[in-house]
């Protein structure tokens, strides 16, 4: 399961904004606002909303560019910027030792710290906290009492992604994972014989999700998601998962019913309509006998499948 839009809101906010010295806050803010207008990640709009809240005049970025499961970069007011998290500060050669101590204390608070980059200089830090659905410790937990392994894919960082992961009872964690990374886990966990589900709602899932058996995508999610996955959940509701499973099961547990419905009829009809019992005790099936059995054959499999519409789930 993915973590952000899948077992959180997908809605986060922006929680806080660390300037180093030569820097503002606001300052910060408008260039990472500026730059990630022209993304459509939720966290890029979370940053987005945060200025505006702040009325902030927000400016249109040149040369921007997004590396999947890294941050964005481009040029604001003539400055470059980036943002992103550690994998991207590492791929700039940045040192971000000034910053490290306040981003880990803000991802152990569940909340996601992207660094920015003015220049070559590392600037300061964003951080953005997304809620988690009130639907999702409820549909964890009917999961896992239902028998299956959840494990947690997410690009987030791994303290991030541990405290989200401790609040819902998720005991593994792939964290600072990219796209290619949750398409090869999946493929890995399907290489070992297992069946694997795979929920997200983003474009950064979607290799992941083609690649499950079932992919599960969040209706509230990207459209290259939907398209991947195999299954939408209209809301985008965990609880929908454990309804789909439950609906599932009956249906299997509801064709097995059907087959012996089908088979018993013909199984005992068909040998006394040949004739099986007459050299013995003189007995052939009249045809309107045979006749009534195929029909309550019928009868019996369109009715059996009918009691699905009242299936607990």
């Not at 006998?289 to 499948?305: K, R, T």
């Amino acid at each position: 399961i993915d973590k952000t839009g899948t077992l959180t809101e997908g809605k986060p906010a922006l929680k806080t904004v660390v300037a180093l010295k030569g820097f503002k806050e606001n300052e910060l803010l408008t260039l990472a606002a500026s730059l990630e207008r022209a993304s459509e990640h939720p966290l890029a709009e979370a940053i987005v909303r945060g200025a505006k809240t702040k009325k902030l005049k927000l400016q249109t970025p040149k040369n921007f560019k997004a590396v999947i499961g890294k941050g964005v970069s481009g040029t604001v007011s003539g400055k470059s910027v980036h943002l992103g998290n550690p994998a991207m500060m590492k791929d700039l050669k940045i040192d971000t030792s000034e910053l490290d101590v306040a981003a880990e204390a803000l991802r152990r608070e569940g909340a996601t710290a992207m660094y920015i980059v003015v220049g070559n200089k590392p600037a300061g830090l964003v951080a953005v906290a997304d809620p988690i659905k009130k639907t999702t410790p409820a549909a964890l937990k009917a999961l896992k009492k239902a028998g299956l392994r959840v494990v947690m894919l997410t690009g987030d960082n791994r303290t991030t992604a541990e405290a989200v992961a401790a609040r819902l009872g998720i005991g593994e964690v792939e964290a600072d994972v990219l796209p290619d990374k949750k398409h090869e886990i999946v493929r890995s966990l399907r290489a070992q014989g297992l069946v694997v589900a795979m929920a997200g709602d983003g474009v950064n899932d979607a290799p992941a999700l083609a690649e499950a058996d079932v992919g599960i995508a969040m209706g509230t999610g990207t459209d290259v998601a939907m398209e991947s996955a195999g299954v939408t959940l209209v809301k985008g509701d965990l609880q929908a998962i454990v309804r789909a499973i439950a609906i599932s099961r009956a249906t299997m547990s509801n064709i097995r019913q059907n087959l012996f419905f089908a088979f018993f009829y013909n199984a005992v009809g068909v040998p006394i309509a040949a004739g099986v019992l007459f050299p013995f005790f003189g007995i052939l099936l009249s045809p309107m006998i045979a006749a009534a059995a195929m029909s309550a054959s019928s009868l019996s499999v369109v009715g059996n499948a009918l009691r699905l519409r009242s299936a607990k789930i």
